[in-house]
């Protein structure tokens, strides 16, 4: 069995999102339940604070609320748990296009993402 101890973790709460504390380059990032919970200036800003961290071919994967265009200012009950998510409160939801031009906006950042 493993368990964190063996692992030599290091865990920093930080409101900024500033991986550079941490000194270190990573193969991998993950946000679950991260990004469907932080507005679109949020996400930009951990995306912008992550990407110097990454390691060459590294990888930041993350969960969010997929919406079609036409329902993006209309609450939507998402298809798996039926919660319901919104533009502007949380829980967010995002379409396909904005989710993939915030990853646009930082090299490295994730360039396929996958709805939550």
Not at 20 to 36: E, H, M, N, P
Request: hydrophobic share 40%.
């Amino acid at each position: 069995m493993h368990s964190i101890e063996h692992k030599r973790a290091e865990l920093i709460c930080d409101d900024g999102f500033r991986m550079r504390k941490f000194g270190a380059q990573f193969d991998y990032c993950i946000g679950v339940s991260l990004f469907t919970h932080l507005p679109m200036n949020h996400i930009l800003r951990c995306l912008i604070e992550t990407a110097p961290c990454m390691a060459e071919g590294g990888a930041f994967y993350a969960t969010f609320f997929l919406c079609e265009q036409a329902e993006l200012l209309n609450p939507v009950k998402q298809p798996r748990g039926g919660v319901v998510t919104n533009f502007d409160s949380d829980p967010y939801h995002y379409t396909p296009a904005q989710i993939e031009w915030m990853a646009g906006q930082v090299r490295g950042a994730p360039q396929q993402p996958t709805g939550a």
